[in-house]
């Protein structure tokens, strides 16, 4: 009897022990929370460049009827300096749903960097603010990031439109995106897209 006593103990420190080394092999990855952010007219619009001319495309719910002859502030920022000179709309197509802009600037652009159009933008939902640093790519308007739901722990890759820079924020449009998300910015190589990690700091 002792000793079948004894081996029913020892199984419960090993599955205590495994459930110990199991929880500790759950990395951990520095995350912030994601932020409802509001557009204004200090949000730029990030704009695809070809051959110095400028392409916008936007939902119509959230960007003022722009029209040909029209001056548009663009951005250029690269490593170096920043730079602020003016454009005019020569062409315009709208839909339904996206009005898209065609802006050729005053003066010619250096093609390093990114290029913004300040474009007036005004609120719509699903826009949320994060750190720069959580981008993880980006092509065009688009780009990843690592969600954490804290619910589950579990990670959420997501592509999302890059609306445009505030700060050392990006601001970023996606219907999957939730404000009880927390958004990785640190610990890349350990996130495993669908696997827990263990958030640091930890959420309240």
């Avoid at 103990?9 to 932020?35: R, W």
């Avoid at 999302?160 to 505030?166: H, P, S």
């Avoid at 897209?193 to 958030?199: I, N, R």
């Amino acid at each position: 009897m002792r000793v079948k006593q004894q081996v029913s103990l020892f199984t419960i420190l090993i599955g205590i022990s495994m459930t110990m080394i199991a929880e500790e092999k759950i990395p951990y990855v520095t995350a912030v929370p994601v932020e409802k952010a509001i557009l204004s007219e200090a949000i730029s619009q990030q704009a695809v460049a070809a051959d110095q001319v400028y392409i916008v495309k936007l939902d119509n719910t959230v960007i003022k009827d722009k029209k040909v002859g029209d001056e548009v502030d663009l951005v250029q920022i690269d490593f170096d300096n920043r730079d602020l000179v003016k454009g005019k709309v020569i062409k315009q197509f709208i839909s339904k749903t996206i009005q898209t802009i065609i802006i050729k600037p005053l003066k010619k652009l250096n093609k390093k960097g990114v290029v913004q159009a300040n474009l007036n933008l005004q609120s719509q939902e699903h826009i949320f603010k994060v750190p720069l640093n959580a981008l993880r790519s980006a092509s065009g308007l688009t780009g990843k990031l690592y969600f954490v739901d804290p619910l589950t722990s579990m990670v959420i890759e997501s592509v999302v439109t890059v609306l445009g820079f505030e700060g050392a924020n990006i601001i970023i449009s996606g219907e999957q995106v939730s404000e009880q998300y927390w958004v990785i910015i640190s610990g890349f190589h350990k996130v495993v897209p669908g696997k827990k990690v263990q958030l640091f700091p930890k959420p309240i």
